[in-house]
Structure formats: C-alpha cells, structure tokens
C-alpha cells in the first residue's frame, strides 16, 4: 500500500499533516493570545476602577467638608461645593459598576458604599435643615455632630473594603496576566520547534523519496550513455521513478535486441523526461540549471518558492543578479562554478536574497552537468532554505555559552569550598597543639603543689590545727583531681593525631578485655554482666577496647547503689537503615533527663557533678574514637530507669567495603533521647 502511493500523494499527504500540524499550532497561539488580551484587558479595568475609588473618597470627602464648613458658617457657598461633590460622586459610582462589572466582591462593596452614602446624605439633609432653620438647638446639634460623624466613619470603611477588594482582584488579574504571557512566549517556542521538525521531516522525505531513488537510476543512466549497455536500470521507488527506471531499461533492452523499437524507446524516454520534469516541479527544494556563463536556463518551482521570484524574471537573466552586492564584489559565482568543475561539485551556505528583498540563509550544491563526450554543457543548483536550522544552531551555540561560564562559577566556588575545609582542618590542629601543650605544661606545677602538700600534713601535722589540715587535704585532693584531668585531656588531644589502624576485631573479645580491666572499680559491687554475641568488624581495637572502657565505667559509677547492677552489651542493626551494625551498652543506673542529653558527649560538660565524681570528658572520647572510624554514637534514658549508649563505627566497618573518613574531619555525633 505505500510503495503504490505516488510521490504527489505522498507529498500532498506529507504537506497535509505539516499544514494540520501547523494549523493546530497557531489555533493554540490564537487562544492563548485571546486570553492574554481579555486578561490585559481586565487587569486595565481593575486598574482604572483602583483610580475610580480614590476619586469617589475624594469626592465624598469634598462634600463632608462643604457640610462642615455650611455648618459653621451658614454660607451657601459650602452647599454649592457639596452639590458638585454629589454630582462627581455619581459620576464615579456610574463609571465604576461598569468597570467592575463581573466582580462580585468590589461590586458588593460598591453597593455597600452607595448605601452608606445615602445614610449619610439622609443625616446631612437634616443638619443642613436644621443650620436653615435659625433655632438654636446645642443638645440637637451635638446629637447629630455625633451621628454625622459615626455615618461618614461608616462610608469611610466601606469605602476602604471596596479599595482592598478591588486591589485584590487586580492582583490576581496581574498573575493571570503574567500567566497568560508565560503561556504564549512558550507556545512561540513550541510553534518555532514543531516548524523545525516538520522541515526536517519533509527534506528527510524528498531525500528518500526522491534523490535516493533517483540517484540511483541516474547512476545507472550514466553507466549505459558510458558504454555499459548491460548494466540493467532499477525500477524502485515511488511508482513514477520505478516507471521511470523500467522504462529507460526496457529502452535499453530494445537497442540491444532490435534497432527498430529505437524509435519506440525514444518516446518513452521523452515521455520519463516529462515525467521527471513534472517530478523536479514537486520538489520542495529549488533547482536551477545555469548554462557555462551563469544564465539560468531551466528553473523549478521550488526555487520560485523559496526566492519569491516567477520563471519569467529567472529564464535567461544571469545568476549573479541573485546574488548579495558583497558576493558580486568577491565573484562569489564564479569561484563556485570553477570549484565545481575542479571537484565534480561545490556546497555553499550563505545569505540570498528573496524578490521582496529578505533574506534567507541557503544551502546550495552546484554540479556541472556533462555531454556524453565529458563536456561541461551547464550546472545544476540544488537550493535548499535552512534558515530556521540556523537560526537553531546559533540559539545552540549562546545556550553553550551561557552553559560553559555556569560551570566556571561552580568550579570557583568549589575550590572555595575546598579551601576553607583545608583552614578549618589548619584551625582544629592548632587548636589540639595548644591544648595539649598548655595541659602537658600544668602537670609540673600540679605535682609540686600536691608533693609540698603532703609533706606539710606529714611532716608538721602535730604543729597545724584540724581546720589547717582539712585545707591542707582539700589542696592536695583538688590537685589529685586536676592532674586527673589534665591527664584526660591529654589523652583527648592524641586522639585527633594518633594513627587509626583498623584491623578485623571481635567486638566480643575487645569488650571482655575492657571489663576484666575495669576489676578494681568494681570490686566492692555486686554487678551482673551479659554480653551478647558481638559481631566481628573492621576497627582499630585499641581505640575500640577505650571506648568500652569508658562506657562500661560510666555504667559502673552511674549505677552504685543498686542491687544488683545490672549491665549489658548487645548488637544490632542501625535504625536510620544505613544496614550497620549497631552496638548498644545499657545499665539500669540513674539515668538522666533527655531534656539535658546534648551536654553529654561535649568536653568537660557533666549532667551529675555534685554527686559524682568524673572530669567530664570519657564520654567526649568516645565521641571522638566513634567518629575517627567514621561512626556516629547516642544516648537514650530516663530519670531512674538507666541509661543505654550506642554507637556505630561507619560504613566500611563491615569486612569487604572502603569506605574512609578523611583526616581532620569529625563524623556526626547524634544524642536522642
């Protein structure tokens, strides 16, 4: 069924879809256009009505003070004033329920506002009869001042709803006006792109359609006019090529088999040059055939498409007239002819001129057309218009542009970025350096205070009174404490500095050997321990072995007095879904109020000092030894129910990944409750 179609048809149905295709596309532009307009034209309305409200409160507020001031003076120049004022009023009212027209809120307020007005105008009718009157009534005047004014208050507030209610409307009409603008500016773009497809489209069709198919019964043409009187002609492609081919072939048979159907194959191949003819007049593309000097001689319709110029300005006037006065000058026509017979062909793109004097930028081959005998009897110009996939390209390169400086600005702030990491990392070092020298430096002084101390209870104890030697104890028991902490915090300062050597470790076995060391603290206590099954990770089990140390202690201290301690140290699976394992140490000890569990891994931050004693600084190791493995560490209790710490040791804990923290940078340390 398709290869029985013809090529017009083919064409006319192709041109029919672009047409609906297009059509389509400008009844869409057409209806977005109406609706930007009739909402232009509201957003106008509103507008004026927003200007019609300002002056019917400057008209109402023009007749108030021609009644004050008649009031006062009794002078009927004031009422001259008031009734022109009562006329501008009317006026406005008129004008704005037609601009408002449609808008029920600022309409209803309208409404409202006349019937305020007539209120009012009803109290002011009486006051003025009363001024006219000339009876002194003071109780009746102040009675009505008071009414009179609580009656324009009124207006005033209607008048003030109806001005915010019309200045909502326009705002709302400005956004669907905005809308409406979007709505256009893309249906234009969409129109330009459905424009380029369908170009593309029709020139893939005349492609292969036509000069596929014709190239090869051309190709083959030329072999037989060569000599080669066996080369058979094809007869694919649309019906007229394929009758084309067979019929220029079945010639050939008649020359070869008999010299009397030279005749009969001559008008065949009269008959498919007029149907090759009326086939080029179908193509989209131009074709002009030039003769050796440049004169048109032949001329499709699409060349008169595409230029606007009619067969009878082109036969027979020189193809330089068509050209730019820049390519004239440079004898552009020359140098692509002489190209041409140098090459066999010759492509150009470049501006032309159409017969109303626009331009277009073509794309145009030029072949030398040759005898049988390989002279040059012309040239064929093949003229395609690709303006809108120029148009296309050069949008492509502006759009590269902009693309390539964005990604300048991004590569700028990243190395930024990276720059301030590297002065945070600088800045933490120093800050360590300095801690632990100062602390490094303390112990000296700590150590003599304490030593002097002690002699003077040993040595002079019979000389001092109680009072002298509890000071003296209090002394040396501080300076105990002191280098305690110093001691604390020096270990605290290596953790950033010393190596992380992370090896396969049993979690199992490191924990037994940080309880075993924990003997001494716990000798006085009758404590119950279960330590789960732990699993086996990749950690560095003397920092590890610390950390248990820690938060088995901190169980231990936190939970004296109860009976028995219960400990125990178990494993599972993180709850955010990072599938790591997690290890938990819970205690059935004091406990502490969540409300206060962001102290907790902080430096010398302690929940518990006057009943405790500690420096505040184990579970801020343990913070730091989880976080050199890249792991995060929490806390979850409640006040006399214990507590349970638990921590991860990061994603390349688990045998088999690479993960790695780099140096310098901590880990995120939660604590939930």
């Given at each position: ?5 013809s090529?017009?048809r083919?064409f006319?149905?192709?041109?029919g ?5 297009l059509?389509f ?7 977005a256009?109406r609706q930007?307009?009739d909402?232009m034209?509201?957003v ?14 400057e008209?109402l507020v ?10 006062a003076?009794?002078?009927e120049y004031?009422l ?9 009023e009317r006026a406005?009212v008129?004008?704005l329920r037609?601009?408002l027209?449609g ?12 019937a ?6 009803g109290?002011?009718?009486r006051d003025i ?11 009746g005047?102040?009675v009505?001042?008071e009414?009179?004014?609580r ?5 005033d507030?209607?008048?003030e709803t ?6 909502t409307?326009?705002n709302?009409?400005?956004?669907s006006?905005d809308y409406a ?12 792109a459905?424009?380029g497809?369908l ?7 005349v492609?292969?359609w036509?000069?596929?198919p ?6 083959a ?5 060569g000599?080669a009187?066996d ?7 649309p019906p007229?090529?394929?009758r084309?081919g ?6 050939r048979?008649?020359v070869?088999?008999?010299g ?10 009269a008959?498919a040059?007029?149907e090759?003819?009326l086939l080029?007049?179908?193509?989209r593309?131009g074709?002009?055939r ?5 004169n ?5 319709a ?6 606007g110029?009619?067969?009878?300005e082109?036969?027979?006037r020189?193809a ?8 004239q000058?440079n004898?552009?026509l ?15 793109q470049?501006?032309r ?7 277009f930028?073509?794309n145009?081959?030029?072949t030398?057309?040759?005898d ?6 012309g040239f ?9 996939m120029w148009?296309a ?11 390539a400086d964005?990604a300048?600005e991004?590569?700028r ?6 720059e ?6 600088a800045?933490n070092r120093?800050?360590?350096?300095f ?11 700590l ?9 003077l209870?040993?040595?002079h ?7 002298a030697?509890?000071y003296l ?7 105990v404490?002191?280098?305690?902490l110093i001691d604390?915090?020096l270990?605290f ?5 010393s ?7 049993s979690?199992?076995?490191?924990a037994r ?5 924990l003997?001494?603290m716990?000798?006085?206590q009758?404590?119950a321990l ?17 950390v248990?140390v ?10 004296a007095g109860r009976?028995?301690?219960s400990?125990v ?6 709850p ?9 140490v819970?205690?059935?000890g ?12 902080g430096?010398f931050k302690?929940l518990?000092a006057?009943?405790y004693e ?6 801020s ?5 989880v976080?050199?493995?890249?792991g995060?560490?929490w806390?979850?209790?409640?006040p006399g ?8 040791l990061g994603?390349?804990?688990v ?6 923290v780099?140096?310098g940078v901590?880990?995120?340390?939660d604590?939930?409750?």
């Amino acid at each position: 069924m398709h290869e029985s179609l013809s090529v017009r048809r083919r064409f006319q149905a192709a041109f029919g879809f672009a047409v609906l295709a297009l059509a389509f596309t400008a009844f869409v532009n057409v209806q977005a256009n109406r609706q930007r307009a009739d909402t232009m034209n509201r957003v106008q309305s509103l507008r004026m009505a927003q200007n019609g409200t300002q002056e019917l409160f400057e008209a109402l507020v023009v007749q108030e003070s021609a009644v004050q001031g008649f009031l006062a003076t009794g002078h009927e120049y004031y009422l001259q004033q008031y009734a022109t004022g009562a006329s501008d009023e009317r006026a406005e009212v008129t004008q704005l329920r037609t601009r408002l027209d449609g808008y029920r809120r600022p309409m209803s307020d309208l409404d409202a506002v006349v019937a305020a007005s007539a209120a009012w105008r009803g109290a002011v009718q009486r006051d003025i009869a009363a001024q006219r009157s000339g009876q002194p009534d003071p109780d009746g005047d102040r009675v009505r001042g008071e009414q009179h004014k609580r009656l324009f208050d009124a207006l005033d507030a209607r008048v003030e709803t109806l001005e915010i209610d019309t200045n909502t409307d326009l705002n709302a009409g400005r956004r669907s006006y905005d809308y409406a603008v979007a709505c256009v500016t893309r249906m234009l773009y969409i129109s330009v792109a459905v424009a380029g497809v369908l170009l593309g489209v029709l020139l893939l069709l005349v492609r292969r359609w036509v000069l596929v198919p014709l190239g090869r019964i051309s190709s083959a043409v030329r072999a037989v006019s060569g000599g080669a009187l066996d080369t058979p002609i094809p007869g694919a492609g649309p019906p007229e090529l394929a009758r084309l081919g067979n019929d220029v072939d079945a010639m050939r048979v008649r020359v070869l088999s008999e010299g009397e159907a030279a005749l009969r194959a001559n008008a065949a191949l009269a008959e498919a040059e007029e149907e090759l003819r009326l086939l080029v007049g179908s193509v989209r593309d131009g074709i002009l055939r030039l003769d050796r000097d440049g004169n048109v001689t032949a001329y499709s319709a699409g060349f008169e498409r595409i230029t606007g110029y009619p067969a009878s300005e082109m036969v027979g006037r020189n193809a330089r007239d068509f050209t730019t006065p820049d390519e004239q000058e440079n004898h552009h026509l020359d140098r692509v002819l002489a190209e041409a017979m140098a090459k066999g062909t010759a492509e150009r793109q470049s501006w032309r001129r159409r017969a109303d004097g626009s331009r277009f930028m073509a794309n145009s081959v030029t072949t030398p057309i040759r005898d049988a005998d390989g002279e040059i009897q012309g040239f064929a110009v093949v003229t395609r218009d690709v303006t809108a996939m120029w148009e296309a390209e050069q949008a492509l390169a502006v759009a590269n542009v902009h693309l390539a400086d964005r990604a300048q600005e991004l590569e700028r702030t990243n190395e930024l970025l990276h720059e301030s990491n590297r002065a945070l990392v600088a800045a933490n070092r120093e800050l360590e350096a300095f801690s632990y020298s100062v602390s490094h430096d303390l112990r000296a002084p700590l150590r003599a205070i304490h030593g002097f101390t002690r002699i003077l209870v040993e040595e002079h104890r019979p000389s001092l009174d109680d009072k002298a030697t509890d000071y003296l104890d209090r002394v040396a028991g501080n300076a105990v404490r002191m280098s305690t902490l110093i001691d604390d915090l020096l270990a605290f300062s290596k953790l950033r500095r010393s190596t992380l050597s992370k090896t396969s470790t049993s979690l199992t076995e490191v924990a037994r050997s940080a309880w075993d060391e924990l003997a001494p603290m716990r000798a006085d206590q009758k404590v119950a321990l279960r330590i789960a099954e732990l699993p086996t990770l990749m950690a560095d089990p003397r920092l590890l072995k610390q950390v248990f140390v820690n938060l088995l202690g901190n169980a231990l201290k936190f939970s004296a007095g109860r009976e028995p301690v219960s400990i125990v140290i178990e494993s599972g699976t993180d709850p955010e879904g990072t599938g790591q394992p997690v290890i938990t140490v819970r205690d059935n000890g004091i406990g502490f109020d969540p409300e206060h569990a962001d102290r907790l891994f902080g430096v010398f931050k302690r929940l518990h000092a006057d009943d405790y004693e500690g420096t505040g600084i184990g579970l801020s190791i343990v913070a730091r030894i989880v976080a050199r493995h890249g792991g995060r560490v929490w806390a979850c209790a409640k006040p006399g129910e214990g507590a349970s710490f638990s921590f991860t040791l990061g994603p390349d804990s688990v045998p088999g990944t690479s993960i790695q923290v780099p140096d310098g940078v901590d880990a995120v340390i939660d604590v939930g409750a």
